[in-house]
């Protein structure tokens, strides 16, 4: 079998991003706190430092919530019906992002707090 090139294989992985965020509310949440992030560093004079550790949280977040949407569509592809144990490991895979996230927005308020702080 034919090893697919480097073009068709970021081809098809930005299909599943795109797949992803044209269907589900939470990855379109995360991907407009990705925009204000973006604005708050341009208006703000932040290290290269702080930069990248507010991309680098957004970035989690956000591939994060794609291995949790992934998760689910398997266990409901898997199991269609209700089932307790497929409950509990989607559970478990939206905890991970919720972790990812709350993480995040502490990491946000302590780099975002001293520049707001000189705004007022």
Do not use: W
Request: net charge neutral; glycine share 6%; proline share 3%.
């Amino acid at each position: 079998m034919k090893k697919p090139s480097l073009v068709h294989s970021f081809r098809v992985a930005f299909r599943g991003i795109f797949y992803v965020l044209r269907r589900e509310r939470n990855f379109q949440i995360h991907s407009f706190a990705l925009v204000v992030n973006g604005g708050l560093i341009y208006y703000f004079p932040m290290s290269t430092m702080e930069i990248g550790v507010i991309l680098f949280c957004c970035g989690l977040v956000l591939a994060l919530e794609l291995m949790n949407t992934s998760i689910e569509a398997i266990c409901d592809y898997i199991q269609p019906n209700f089932d307790a144990k497929i409950g509990v490991i989607k559970d478990m895979s939206a905890g991970a992002v919720l972790l990812a996230v709350l993480f995040a927005i502490i990491i946000g308020v302590l780099i975002y707090l001293p520049y707001i702080n000189d705004v007022f």
